[in-house]
């Protein structure tokens, strides 16, 4: 308090605001916001600051916690690859969180608060998936429902990722106002499963043409269910 005094002093400032911690006698914190005027002589000197003071602990506090949420929720985003989005049904602007940025890979500070043009994500879906998510989102508005579908995006740096996205509409009196909804990037998840897909083709053609088949017993389960593959499916007709 005392530096931001001499400041203030040094600097000539006409007007002052500022915000500090207090410590009641009775041990209680609290915010206060000062705002005041520095009164001179006709010598320029400092001869009094006039002011008020008011206490905006519950606002400080709340803005404490929001930023902890915000921080929180970036940190969540970079751990499950992820970002959100907000949509105001109509406007010509979305609301991206940082993991949308990030996944697409843009810098958030190019784009104030957050906003982008509400063309700028289409631009990243390639033209064989673009229909496709344009009639899910159309859809998804018309009947004010949820939806889910995965598709390829292309990253500002050129990189081909495999998405999955799901949105929901938000309204009141069957007037639907924003969209919301997630994008996550399943680029491994997705590869996994077709490396898998082409395993077991191979596998297939494998036994159809050396004529053989393979079977798993489960014995983990009430069942004891046994799966039999395309080979030993054909060798029992």
């Not at 911690?21 to 600051?49: C, M, S, Y």
């Amino acid at each position: 308090f005392e530096a931001l005094t001499s400041q203030i002093i040094a600097t000539r400032q006409p007007l002052i605001e500022f915000e500090h911690g207090i410590i009641t006698p009775a041990d209680e914190r609290k915010r206060l916001r000062v705002r005041g005027t520095v009164v001179r002589n006709a010598a320029g000197e400092v001869t009094a600051f006039r002011g008020t003071s008011a206490d905006v602990t519950a606002e400080y506090e709340a803005a404490q916690r929001l930023r902890q949420r915000e921080t929180l929720l970036h940190e969540t985003e970079a751990l499950f690859s992820y970002g959100s989005w907000e949509w105001e049904v109509g406007s010509d602007s979305v609301r991206w969180s940082e993991g949308l940025f990030r996944l697409l890979g843009y810098d958030p500070a190019e784009w104030p608060e957050g906003r982008v043009p509400e063309t700028l994500y289409g631009q990243h879906v390639p033209d064989a998936d673009a229909g496709p998510y344009q009639q899910r989102v159309a859809d998804a508005l018309a009947h004010q429902t949820a939806y889910e579908m995965d598709h390829w995006l292309v990253t500002r740096r050129g990189e081909r990722r495999r998405v999955r996205v799901r949105g929901s509409v938000r309204g009141a009196d069957n007037a639907p106002w924003r969209l919301v909804g997630t994008v996550t990037d399943i680029t491994d998840e997705h590869a996994a499963t077709e490396h898998l897909r082409e395993s077991k083709a191979v596998r297939d053609d494998a036994e159809r043409f050396f004529g053989y088949g393979s079977w798993v017993w489960d014995l983990s389960g009430d069942a004891r269910s046994v799966t039999w593959s395309v080979g030993n499916v054909q060798l029992f007709g």
